[in-house]
Nanobody, 115 residues
Framework: QVQLVESGGGLVQPGGSLRLSCAAS????????MGWYRQAPGKQRELVAT???????NYADSVKGRFTVSRDNTRNAVYLQMNSLKPGDTGVYYC?????????WGQGTQVTVSS
């Protein structure tokens, strides 16, 4: 059973930065993309950013220019550098790995942006 282990969430003031990390417990094959989703209180889960093995990235409009997704294929790890954080970025952030036959989710890490 593959587990995705996330880290890096926390409380930060508006304008601050956080870096989220996610690593798989074992090697995963046939990855289509890796990335991050988030869910704010009372809202549906939404895409934040994804990256393919060819380094093609996709970002939600709300985070473009502020967030950067990256990956380490050798470790099946994905990262999210979040800068210029806003209160609207508050939520639970979930790591996701999509393969040709299934997808995996992390347990979620809380990000709170507040003064």
């Amino acid at each position: 059973q593959v587990q995705l282990v996330e880290s890096g969430g926390g409380l930060v003031q508006p304008g601050g930065s956080l870096r989220l990390s996610c690593a798989a417990s074992r090697i995963i094959f046939n990855i289509l993309h890796m990335g991050w989703y988030r869910q704010a209180p009372g809202k549906q889960r939404e895409l934040v950013a994804t990256i393919t093995r060819a380094d093609i990235t996709n970002y939600a409009d709300s985070v473009k220019g502020r967030f950067t997704v990256s990956r380490d294929n050798t470790r099946n790890a994905v990262y999210l550098q979040m800068n210029s954080l806003k209160p609207g970025d508050t939520g639970v952030y979930y790591c996701n790995i999509l393969t040709t036959i299934t997808e995996y989710w992390g347990q979620g890490t809380q990000v709170t942006v507040s003064s």
